[in-house]
């Protein structure tokens, strides 16, 4: 006799629910783009943080997984890719050396923006004798990473090719910056299309091969054709959106896959309900946008506000809700950050309907190194 | 021959040390405080999440130790406790047969606020014959859990005395709305005061013994013996403190025990560098008191602000700093909230000096059920 099929109802709270339908709708969405656009995808896995997810991404036909950390590129091998992209400057000997370890496995390039980071890179890239390509990173308006087109990206670019063992392959930026599609959003599309295409033509100037121009991050990420030289994207959130994605207009509450089962487990104080999960489960992310402090979408009670948090409670304000509740209820919730709420969920839940057809564990969970 | 000794400059970053000097005066002057006035000490753990650490507080004299969800009271079990307090309301059928395992390893206390709670444990504990102590909830002034003294709270003890194999010991609060040691403050442990008094008269009146008041956060620890009845304390935080404390002027910047040991990743932008530290390594708790958004105190610093903060990027402004600073220096930071911080973190580095002299696992990071 097979096992009884383990339904939603059956789970304890709080649980990190992954809508199954909706998960594949968005992966196939974004893959159908940019196959569509001859674009490379090589999505960020720092929002799933789980190798079976980033798996169905490469069979999908991602060229390849980015990740932040060394830890998450060793954990997010296991999803068997060949190649991962680290966007994030890798700095000290020891993570470098991790770093040869995982170019053992698979191919690895890294995006950086300073000379003494690529020099790092090189000097353990000749001792491990891996080849290893480099990105350079492009401040593309957001005033994170990355340094300002002109004679700082020559000047880096420079670097990097004279350098062994590195690859230049081109560059790299993240569109941070760019937080809704309204008419500043499309503007801001526009500024960064010139801004790249200036840099690409000095650095073809100069006598450099920008074989990748990597870009693309959840919000604009539609736009990613009418931008100029752009040929990769490495979007993250995608594969199931939350609060703050739609809160940027850039997806439907319908294409929201992940959200938060919690238990309510108080009444006691009127118009109010506390619910077993904070900031420990949600993260204390605010939305992006929104002015207002709110903690999350409440799927079957929009009109309840999350309202305020501590470690282990959230604070429902149900002041304007039609219905009654009572401990014991069960309460979704789309948080407002998939990415922080999957890094705290040691085991996350893929649903269709009310059957649980999955459980994955998030290895990649807690991987800051 | 025996291991070199491990330096606080051979850790890879970002890292969560803990100065176990600092600690271990911190968990004394709370010992030595709850045993001058004989308050008993039953210190929540969801600050370090840590049986080792747990121990440590047992030795000094704990009567028994806290916890929030019942996955941390399973992982805190291997404190060796004699005595576990679950300060949360604990629903649902799975969770209460988890707990009962509990009860069979150790002596079992929850607290709750509603009578759907009381008859779900009693229900559970007559089922696996386990006898549970009670702790009623009051609303001390939070307005978090926690019922209204007077006939609300009569009821609730009234239906708890009532309940087979549940044991009456007392009541519980946490004054979470005492955030600081000023006038207000301090008013505030007064208007606590007589709340309680008035509490415990109506309810010996009623015909009730109470034998535990218990309550006391960390930021007004030390005006415990000035509440009336108070005879349990239940602090967290205290163990590390953390930048929220200093705020709140409930210890000073050497009393903060944890610190997160970062490296600079890019200076690319001027008057800016970035850390490899964000939401996932600090939490995006903002300050507790202060108006300004900020996420930790720059230990080398001070006069660095660290601004904002993406998943791994934390943005720094050293536009008032007198000192330079290049790509792979260490900066060390006190965290606003260091009990969500040690719940991102899988390993902590108990150090003293220079010398890291411990290695812990947060066994308990990410139990939320």
New interface residues.
């Given amino acids: 006799m097979s096992e009884p099929a383990l339904r939603v109802s ?1 789970l ?4 990190l629910l992954l809508d199954l339908d909706k998960m594949e709708r968005n992966l196939k969405r974004v893959a159908d783009y940019a196959h569509e656009h001859e674009l490379r995808l090589r999505p960020h896995t ?1 929002t799933h943080k789980t190798p079976a997810l980033g798996r169905k991404q490469l069979d999908l036909g991602a060229v390849g997984l980015t990740v ?2 060394v830890s998450e590129a060793e954990v997010m091998l296991a999803s068997g890719t060949p190649d991962l992209l680290v966007a ?2 890798v ?2 000997r ?2 470098l050396e991790r770093l040869m370890e995982v170019a053992a496995k698979t191919n690895v390039t890294v995006s950086l ?2 000379a ?2 690529a020099r ?1 890179l090189s000097d353990a890239a000749r001792e491990s004798q891996r080849h290893i390509g480099v990105l350079a ?1 492009v ?1 593309a308006g957001l ?6 087109p002109g004679s ?1 990206l020559i000047e880096l670019v420079r670097g990097i090719t004279r350098l062994p063992w590195l690859r230049f392959d081109g560059i790299a930026f993240y569109p ?1 910056h760019i937080k809704s599609l309204d008419e500043g959003g499309l503007n801001a599309v526009d500024a960064l299309s010139q801004l790249l295409a200036a840099a690409i033509r000095e650095l073809k100037q100069a006598g450099f091969e920008v074989r990748i121009v990597s870009g693309g991050s959840t919000p604009a990420l539609f736009h990613s054709h009418e931008i100029a030289g752009l040929n990769e994207i490495r979007p993250g959130t995608y594969i199931f959106n939350d609060r703050n994605t739609m809160l940027m207009n850039a997806c439907s509450l319908d294409d929201c896959a992940g959200s938060i089962l919690t ?7 009127k118009g ?1 309900v ?1 619910i ?2 904070g ?3 949600f ?4 939305p992006v946008t929104a002015a207002e402090v709110s903690f999350g979408h409440i799927v079957d009670s929009p009109e309840a506000v999350f309202t305020k948090m ?4 959230g ?1 429902v304000d149900i002041r304007r809700c039609q219905r009654d509740f ?3 209820d069960r309460v979704r919730i789309i948080p407002n950050h998939i ?2 709420a999957m ?4 085991f996350v839940y893929g649903i269709r309907g009310d059957l649980v057809e999955q459980v994955w564990k998030v290895e990649g ?5």
Wanted: hydrophobic share 25%; aromatic share 4%.
């Fill in positions: 059956d304890e709270t709080p649980a720092k932040a950390k994030y400057p700095i000290g020891k993570k923006d300073s003494l980071a790092q990173e401040d005033g994170r990473v990355g340094v300002a700082d941070g238990t309510v487990v108080s009444t006691a104080k109010q506390i077993d999960g900031s420990k489960t993260s204390s992310d605010r501590n470690e282990e409670h604070y009572t401990v014991g990415c922080v890094n705290l969920h040691e969970r807690g991987k800051l190194q």
